[in-house]
């Protein structure tokens, strides 16, 4: 990159940042005129509508405490390849002169590019984007109706469940049709209609009511063969997303994940660690009751260990449950049940080991893996990709209203997510949890043999992140409860970063 244009990057920048304090600043205001107007309302009222107003404003201010990570617009270069849980995708210009050149997303368009940006768009806007959400149902023990400010890891953890389940019902290769139509998350537009909403929630709070949205109605698909198959694939992709819906019902929702953390002495409102979220998801599957689940389970390594045997187990039903700890009820046939395989490991000491930084290159290279629960110092992401040596994420911290998933003609637009954001290798928390999908046993030791490979260490100072063994747990004496040998995973006192993010090449 040249001089010239170094600088009008730096402008650039520096006038984002004048924005971004603008806006948060109209935001302030917005809010501010709006309690006030309403306190003045709300003096003879009782303490329960206080806190009800509270807790508005505080799901407001952790929307612009958050929400900037998702209106800049994220740094993609073409001269390198991204990698998409084991897809690749390259970018570069046909017409490029200049190999440093840069490029905004909406100049991309009138490119004619011998890769695929529209492949990699379409492909990051289809994976479930579970997010931060408010109004929803009081979570179990609580009065607590939002997650703002401390679900993310919850979130991150439904996201990396939720892609197992689309490659277990639809394939890698399945790309949502409507991809491509959702709106960048722009800022101006988010914060002064965020605003302007949460005025007009409080004041309708206060005469009763409840402020009806119009939603779009997907209409039925109609037709040939062809129409039929894409009508059904929606009805997998809409099942499976309102398995995470934020109501009681929802078989993964939160409250379902909240209900069963309060068996680790967790409550709603408390921080969760990446190796509890993956035993809360392995419990959640388990005690599922919708026979759609059934086929499918959770096995969670112990001590950065995964046990064959045991793994081998999952996928012929034979792991028992709480419910049924012979394991005899579960109605699968040998080896018919597919595995989603959770693995909390530890990448360093206080800071992330750079040496790892390959190895996780590696597992996000290969179609199997499903992600990584992970993140920031207590700011969780969901990590999907990367390009050179950042990584590409799914960002929770997004506070988005309840939706109702009951209802057979949702709208489903809120559960994905059309801006691809990126981080440092070098800021991310050594401490996280990998996954893979297992479709059988024959899969598992391809996936178990690949995996040994990546796993061997490139210098005496450097441990593998997980190991394989042959047999079961039980064989090698792991009498402490799983849990509590997972306590040390979430212990970090650090301060949460914060991080700049829609889409552009350079």
């Not at 958050?66 to 990698?83: D, E, M, Q």
């Not at 045991?310 to 109605?331: A, E």
């Not at 040496?355 to 893996?369: A, T």
Request: net charge neutral.
């Amino acid at each position: 990159m040249t001089a010239s244009s170094k600088c009008k990057q730096k402008l650039v920048d520096a006038q984002r940042v004048t924005y971004n304090k603008t806006c948060e600043q109209k935001l302030h205001r917005m809010c501010c005129d709006g309690f006030c107007s309403v306190a003045d309302k709300m003096e003879t009222k009782g303490t329960d509508e206080v806190e009800k107003l509270k807790s508005k404003f505080m799901s407001a201010w952790h929307n612009v405490k958050y929400s900037w990570a998702l209106k800049s617009k994220t740094a993609f270069s073409r001269n390198s390849p991204v990698f998409l849980l084991g897809k690749c995708y390259h970018f570069k210009a046909v017409d490029d002169e200049s190999p440093t050149g840069s490029c905004t997303a909406e100049a991309l368009d009138d490119d004619i590019v011998t890769g695929n940006v529209d492949g990699f768009r379409k492909d990051f806007t289809s994976r479930i984007w579970l997010s931060y959400r408010e109004e929803f149902p009081a979570l179990p023990g609580s009065t607590i109706t939002s997650d703002c400010g401390w679900g993310c890891t919850l979130r991150a953890g439904q996201m990396i469940l939720a892609q197992g389940l689309l490659l277990h019902n639809l394939g890698r290769d399945w790309i949502w049709s409507d991809a491509l139509t959702l709106e960048p998350l722009d800022t101006e537009t988010w914060t002064s209609s965020a605003a302007r909403r949460l005025v007009s929630t409080l004041e309708a709070s206060i005469q009763g009511e409840r402020l009806q949205v119009t939603q779009p109605i997907c209409a039925a698909a109609q037709g040939g063969a062809e129409e039929a198959d894409s009508y059904l694939h929606e009805a997998y992709h809409r099942t499976i997303v309102s398995w995470f819906g934020d109501e009681p019902a929802a078989q993964l929702g939160i409250h379902r994940l909240v209900q069963l953390g309060m068996r680790s002495g967790k409550r709603a409102g408390d921080w969760y660690g990446p190796a509890v979220v993956a035993h809360i998801l392995r419990k959640a599957v388990d005690e599922a009751v919708d026979e759609r689940l059934k086929g499918i389970s959770v096995y969670v390594a112990q001590d950065c260990t995964v046990y064959s045997a045991d793994v081998i187990d999952s996928h012929s039903g034979q792991t028992g449950s709480h419910s049924d700890p012979q394991g005899l009820g579960s109605g699968a046939a040998p080896d018919s049940r597919a595995v989603v395989i959770l693995i909390p490991v530890r990448l360093g000491g206080e800071k992330i080991n750079p040496e790892y930084l390959s190895f996780v290159k590696s597992i996000l290279s290969l179609e199997y893996c499903i992600g990584i629960i992970g993140g920031k110092p207590k700011q969780a992401y969901y990590f999907v990709g990367f390009q050179d040596d950042s990584l590409i994420y799914m960002d929770p911290h997004y506070c988005q209203s309840f939706v109702d998933v009951s209802t057979s003609d949702f709208p489903l637009q809120s559960f994905h997510c059309p801006s691809p954001k990126k981080m440092p290798f070098s800021k991310m928390d050594p401490s996280c949890t990998i996954g893979f999908y297992s479709k059988n046993v024959e899969h598992y030791e391809r996936i178990s043999n690949e995996l040994s490979k990546i796993l061997q260490p490139s210098s005496k100072e450097k441990y593998p992140a997980f190991t394989f063994m042959k047999g079961h747990g039980k064989d090698y004496e792991l009498s402490l409860a799983v849990e509590k040998r997972e306590w040390p995973f979430i212990r970090d006192t650090r301060k949460a970063g914060t991080t700049s993010g829609d889409f552009v090449l350079l």
